[in-house]
């Protein structure tokens, strides 16, 4: 059952207002046997004050042992079951950098490679040739034009452009000419269904053109085309919620993904202590606010210990100020674990915090992976934090008679 | 969403090895109010020390309430949704008996009746017929002939025996012939579908023969037809895992159901003893070892408390031969409960314990029903335990970027 079926019946609009701090990559792990985690081992005086007079529990980002990426990490608390709604790889990547896709558009990650005198390819990331010669060669691509076809070109990183094709009848299951091989030509775009003929003819024209503008370049004399994807097509807050929301974030991406729900960006925050300036300031704009805070999951990636520990402990400083506005819902959670022990992103549930007027304390009086197995929320699945929070603002009505 | 659609797409290979030791009807009850259930009252220190290092949780077998039989028990463990994967009563018997069903086979439970001159049935069961009588006749019926169908009679105990037919374009969706009642005739089998109509043609005739068979006994002068089932049709541990699966147990049920899911039998075990040194004589064989211990369960059957707790003590017993191998994950549960104090499975969830060198301990110091309830793992349901079991030991890649 899709939980929007519930709250869009349900939903009523009110005066409360919701703000969900998500520090990315919150979960961790001990560093050593016996050893504590680092939100256990970081001095959080604001998040334990908050966790007793709130309720708290363990999320499961996607499913019990699936290690999620931001996309499907933030769908999930964004309360969109994560299996069910894909955000295809070339969207989240046009997502990523800021790229502000459109309702039809289709998004394809390209990879520039080096092409032999044969016309095979001999390197698959044209040595990764390094973004200052790679960014140039994105730009001049703008020259292809496909009639009827509006088309982006962006560079990333290296190797790597994002190519957004806008018209009408383009659909995204197209697959890879990235033959993954070397000594063998690139293949033909090939379209997985019906819909998405129309993408292949034109990204066969721009591929044509593509061939043409490189062919004097001594590495990056071509581009293979992977991860075609339309925009995914998500309900927005105020469809399935009938919250206005707005997103405080620092990083592409984050705003990206808030953007496909349809929350509004506000501000151009570069610190925590910007992004609480924002929410100061947009306070009476909205509903809902979504706060990112990225550097818990980047010093987890890092393996970095103690930076977690100190990154952790900036988050919990900003707390007071989130209060001082009074929100009627107050929650803290993460889109997945970073343990800095795995420098990656884990399965490992996230603790997760809810205060309100109306929650049901669990008499725990700290705010840690070791408190939130034994919170009054228990384990639970990502996707139904939204209800938990609609309810606690009282904007969820009855079910039934 | 069946969890195979994501671990299908995720698994990676490595060289990690994973050990699932099943204690049949592990769960237990206190046998008086206050008590301690069977494995809390058992002396389990290497089971302790293991609860130490690893996380813990409630396992519920297939849904809150429902107590399985060892075919959803183990298909839940295996990974495998209990309620979607359906094994036929006739497949689960011919299994059960290590008869190894081939696709396209369709197995039928008979029972031995007893018809009155008038050709109604006097006794659905030939008076319980005792096996030393029941055995030989099974086999004479291996006299009936059908072209183009190889047919297997296998005896089973008393009134029970096997009858499986091989050969193509056999459905298994034909009605009892068994009328649950005395005085009335055995029914035809019917078939439910198109697919299964071949096989109401040759289970006539196979009744038409066995009837000239039998016509001269005395009590078993017929046999009814119950259970129709085709072999059922699940995707193998290596296709779902990308596992090389190993199972090592004593009893044929156990066996044939890890020969369902693609497992090799591996050794002739007679004891836990015997199932270790198959363990370590194959450990560099396999990525996945199942090992079955059958006497908690028949222990929880007999109603004797004391004989479960003291199987139990076996069972911890050789938890250090398993460690000295040094798993990547080890994992202790069980298919369901078998509390002595009902005599039967039950739906109480089952302690389950998960040790690898990247769970989240949960501080818990003993393993048991009173603790599992408060463990990392929380409760949930067997059918995620494979996916838990696959990112502890790094076999899981990220989903979604």
């Keep these: 059952m899709d939980t929007h079926t519930l709250t869009r019946e349900l939903f009523i609009k009110n005066d409360s207002k919701i703000v969900m701090l998500v520090a990315d990559g919150l979960g961790g792990l001990p560093w050593e046997a016996g050893g504590k985690t680092e939100l256990e081992a970081a001095n959080t005086p604001h998040l334990d004050a908050l966790a007793k007079k709130g309720v708290q529990g363990a999320s499961i980002p996607v499913a019990h042992g699936i290690s999620p990426g931001s996309g499907p990490g933030h769908l999930g608390l964004f309360g969109y079951d994560p299996i069910k709604y894909l955000i295809g790889r070339g969207a989240l990547e046009a997502t990523g950098i800021g790229f502000e896709l459109q309702q039809g558009d289709v998004a394809i990650r390209c990879n520039f490679c080096t092409l032999d005198a044969d016309g095979n390819i001999s390197d698959r990331r044209a040595g990764r040739i390094p973004t200052e010669e790679s960014a140039p060669l994105a730009i001049k691509l703008r020259e292809v034009s ?167 402990e900036e988050f919990d400083a900003i707390i007071p100020r989130v209060l001082d506005l009074n929100p009627t819902v107050t929650i803290v959670t993460g889109d997945h674990s970073t343990p800095s022990f795995l420098s990656n992103h884990s399965w490992h549930p996230v603790p997760t915090l809810l205060a309100s007027g109306c929650c049901r304390p669990d008499g725990l009086t700290s705010f840690g992976e070791d408190t939130c197995i034994r919170g009054g929320l228990g384990q639970f699945e990502a996707k139904h934090l939204m209800t938990l929070a609609l309810a606690n603002a009282g904007r969820l009505g009855k079910y039934g008679a």
Tied chains: 1, 2.
Excluded: C
Aim: charged share 25%; aromatic share 10%; net charge negative.
């Design 146 to 312: 496909i009639p009827g076809i509006e088309i982006f070109v962006e560079p990333v990183k290296e190797h790597r452009f994002v190519v957004v094709l806008r018209g009408a009848g383009l659909g995204g299951n197209v697959r890879d000419t990235d033959p993954q091989a070397t000594g063998v030509p690139p293949l033909d775009p090939v379209a997985d269904d019906e819909a998405s003929q129309k993408t292949v003819d034109v990204a066969k024209q721009f591929l044509t053109q593509a061939r043409e503008i490189l062919k004097d370049e001594e590495r990056a004399n071509f581009h293979t085309m992977r991860g075609f994807a339309a925009k995914p097509d998500l309900p927005s807050y105020e469809q399935v919620y009938g919250l206005k929301a707005a997103a405080i974030a620092v990083y592409p991406m984050y705003k990206g993904l808030a953007r496909l729900v349809g929350m509004d960006i506000v501000g151009h925050a570069q610190t925590l202590d910007d992004q609480m300036d924002v929410l100061k300031q947009h306070w009476n704009d909205y509903d809902f606010f979504f706060i990112h805070f990225k550097y818990t999951d980047s010093t987890g990636e890092d393996g970095n210990f103690d930076a977690k520990v100190k990154r952790t």
